[in-house]
């Protein structure tokens, strides 16, 4: 069944006229400006997270090639894979891989040649 509210919902209405009304927020705002003021100076949370973001990046990368650096002395040379392996892994064609890994710049025709 449908109920009814026994309490229905209280329309106010403000005793004070539209003007009286203006004068009461602009006292109100002009006696707390001095307490807003500090805060609307200050700096958002996201302006001061974004401040930390490359000092945090720096040291993460930091912290990695520290911890790159103790895993390759920890392990036999044997464990690494040679730069050819790398290159090959990572689908690149033997003769461009052989390139990289001699430093060898090669002609336009060699290149494509390669890509044929």
Excluded: C, K
Excluded at 100 to 106: D, S, V
């Amino acid at each position: 069944m449908f109920s009814t509210n026994p309490n229905p919902p209280l329309e106010l209405q403000s005793p004070l006229t539209e003007e009286a009304e203006s004068i009461l927020v602009d006292r109100i705002l002009r006696r707390a400006e001095p307490h807003l003021a500090p805060r609307r100076r200050r700096p958002s949370v996201s302006v001061v997270l974004a401040g930390w973001a490359r000092p945090v990046l720096a040291l993460a990368a930091s912290l990695a090639l520290l911890i790159a650096t103790g895993a390759r002395q920890t392990q036999p040379d044997s464990q690494w894979p040679t730069p050819q392996a790398t290159l090959a892994a990572s689908v690149v064609p033997e003769a461009t891989a052989s390139w990289l890994t001699e430093g060898y710049a090669p002609t336009v025709y060699e290149l494509f040649a390669e890509i044929e």
